[in-house]
Nanobody, 117 residues
Framework: QVQLVESGGGLVQTGGSLRLSCAASGSTFRINVMGWYRQAPGKQRQLVATITSNGITNYAGSVKGRFTISRDKTTVYLQMNSLKPEDTAVYYC?????????????WGQGTQVTVSS
């Protein structure tokens, strides 16, 4: 089992910044792709950004140039700059892990990000 602990959400004004963190525990697992998704009220969960174990990143078009994803071996970060009200959502950490050639998918509990206009 991989446990994910998220932190860093909160309330910020338009144009402000926040940094999200997600720490993964579970030493017997290999952590592969780590990422962030978000879900706004009444909408489906959508990709924000992902990063592979080799550091290859992928961003949603709506956040490209404003958000930066980074990671170390077990923690993934999301630096969010120039925040807009439409970035308001619950942000979820996601980890693709493996052990003994079996793949597993884990989600964090979510952290609220609210951007006021």
């Amino acid at each position: 089992q991989v446990q994910l602990v998220e932190s860093g959400g909160g309330l910020v004004q338009t144009g402000g910044s926040l940094r999200l963190s997600c720490a993964a525990s579970g030493s017997t697992f290999r952590i592969n792709v780590m990422g962030w998704y978000r879900q706004a009220p009444g909408k489906q969960r959508q990709l924000v950004a992902t990063i592979t174990s080799n550091g290859i990143t992928n961003y949603a078009g709506s956040v490209k140039g404003r958000f930066t994803i980074s990671r170390d071996k077990t923690t993934v970060y999301l630096q969010m700059n120039s925040l807009k009200p439409e970035d308001t959502a619950v942000y979820y950490c996601n980890v693709d892990a493996s052990r003994d050639y079996v793949a597993y998918d884990y989600w964090g509990q979510g952290t609220q990000v609210t951007v006021s206009s």
